[in-house]
């Protein structure tokens, strides 16, 4: 070629063959094997005097296959999956950014990596440095004062955080019953309300997609514990009122708790701990580009104000002299939430990642996942309805308004994005918004593939007025076409039977 090819003129997709696959039980066949041991050099011991009852002598069915005959069928497995090294994945609220390499490097370092939990503290001092410089940055991006980093996932992370509210009116001698929590809330907000004793109480969001204020006033009383809000909101709007609003909670004695699983919108930028936030999580593997899918582990740390820190879960890191140590001998703590010290590997990639953006790095992180987001926003607002016009933060949630008049909804729309090469968006959520398509594209994506995803949402939008049916029946090009989700769910198939 003489002429270079613009890259967007190539599209984003083509067929490409990819081969069946059985199961390994399908494929087995006796006395194959991806192993061969060395004879045996010291005397054989009876397992079943080693393990008693616990012995089993049938082990039931396993495969047994060739070692290549493993690593192709899990590469070829690997291959049929979506993810973010392949491409853009715009799920809304989840913030699914690129897992930078160097994390993973810092991560497989020996000295880290074959760290173990009972190792005594004195040959650990390298391991607890980086707890405490963690703890440190991301006290410093939220502005509060105490963080325990031992939760393992958002959810859990709320869970912990209401556990210290919960204890700190407790110590009062002041058990209050109820949680406030906005229409606009995850999921995850009035579940881990309810999990821990309080009755959920839900607010109305006003025209702008923001917790009303004078409603707030109205409800919040004595037996008020907590407000649980989400900010920016899950429609990427940020609460302009949260001043207010915390000085509503506070004047009451209750106290405001704030999902920080939206961090990418604020990192570098405001600090919960400055506009009267008093307990909150992160997500470390959404904003601090800790690995996200494969089902995890995740990381899910609680900074709190100095009134919730005599309550944070056991141990405590502390200086014992010139060392780091942990601090068991805590009267007031809500005890545990996790064996050990939490998922220790997200801890070195989350640090890794904040050290190698520094401060400028951070916040240049935010302004661009922010930019990115309002530049989908604005290439798509004159074909996809904007149930919200507030100014967007991190994502933008649209409705499928318009082309529900064609009898297409917000979920036949994802699954034709599938055939243009993209993980579909958040699907009906936030609830507030009927048929909603949230969209959250994060500072990773550069701007030829916003545009790839641009002209494929645009070409989408034409489809839906020319040949509804082609949208309807979507995905095409994929290995299995339209699930009957509802089946699915109801009567899921999760085991593989031998005949
Ligand atoms: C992702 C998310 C959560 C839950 O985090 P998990 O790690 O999935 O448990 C809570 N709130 C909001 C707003 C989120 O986006």
Not at 87 to 101: A, D, E
Not at 208 to 220: F, N, P, Q, R, T
Not at 279 to 286: A, P, Q, S, Y
């Amino acid at each position: 070629m003489t002429e270079a090819t613009p890259r967007t003129t190539l599209g984003k997709v083509r067929a490409h063959q990819t081969q069946n696959e059985g199961l390994l039980f399908e494929k087995s066949s006796p006395g194959k094997r991806a192993y061969k041991l060395p004879p045996l050099d010291v005397p054989e011991v009876n397992p079943g005097a080693l393990l008693g009852e616990s012995h089993r002598e049938d082990t039931g069915a396993l495969p047994e296959l060739s070692e290549i005959e493993i690593i192709r069928h899990f590469t070829r497995l690997s291959t049929w999956n979506y993810a973010i090294d392949l491409g853009m994945y715009p799920l809304g609220s989840c913030t699914m950014k690129y897992n930078p390499r160097v994390n993973e490097f810092v991560s497989r370092i020996e000295g880290l990596a074959e760290a173990h939990p009972y190792q005594p503290e004195s040959l650990s001092q390298g391991s607890l440095a980086i707890v405490e410089l963690l703890q440190k940055c991301l006290i410093e991006i939220t502005g509060m004062d105490a963080i325990t980093l031992q939760p393992a996932a958002g959810a859990h992370g709320e869970f912990t955080g209401i556990l210290l509210v919960r204890a700190y009116h407790e110590s009062k001698g002041n058990p209050r019953r109820k949680v406030l929590v906005p229409d606009s809330a995850h999921g995850t907000n009035p579940a881990t309300a309810a999990v821990c004793g309080y009755q959920v109480q839900n607010i109305k969001s006003n025209a702008l997609g923001m917790v009303d204020v004078d409603e707030l006033a109205k409800v919040v009383d004595e037996d008020t514990a907590a407000l649980m809000l989400t900010n920016p909101s899950t429609i990427g709007v940020f609460e302009s009122e949260i001043h207010k609003i915390a000085d509503i909670l506070h004047a009451k004695g209750a106290l405001l708790y704030m999902d920080g699983a939206n961090m990418n919108a604020l990192c570098g930028r405001a600090r919960p701990g400055d506009f009267g936030v008093d307990v909150m999580h992160l997500n470390l593997h959404k904003t601090f580009s800790t690995p996200h899918g494969g089902g995890g582990p995740g990381s899910g740390p609680v900074a709190c104000k100095a009134i919730l820190e005599p309550f944070l879960p056991t141990p405590v890191l502390v200086r014992k002299g010139d060392a780091l140590g942990w601090n068991f001998d805590r009267p007031q703590t809500v005890g545990r939430v996790r064996a050990y010290y939490g998922n220790y590997g997200m801890f070195i990639r989350a640090l890794a990642y904040i050290l190698a953006n520094g401060p400028d790095g951070l916040r240049q992180t935010t302004e661009d996942a922010v930019l990115n987001a309002n530049y989908i926003r604005k290439n798509l607002e004159d074909l996809y309805e904007l149930p919200y016009t507030t100014a967007s933060m991190h994502e933008v949630v649209f409705s499928d308004k318009r082309q529900a008049a064609k009898g297409i909804r917000t979920g036949d729309i994802a699954k034709r994005l599938i055939d243009y090469g993209f993980h579909p968006y958040t699907v009906s959520f936030p609830l507030i918004v009927s048929g909603a398509l949230m969209i959250e594209p994060t500072e990773s994506e550069s701007r030829e593939e916003l545009d790839l995803f641009i002209d494929a949402m645009r070409a989408i939008a034409k489809e839906v007025e020319e040949n509804p049916d082609l949208v309807k029946h979507a995905p095409h090009s994929t290995r299995v076409s339209r699930l009957d989700e509802v089946t699915a769910a109801r009567k899921p198939v999760l085991r593989w039977k031998p005949q």
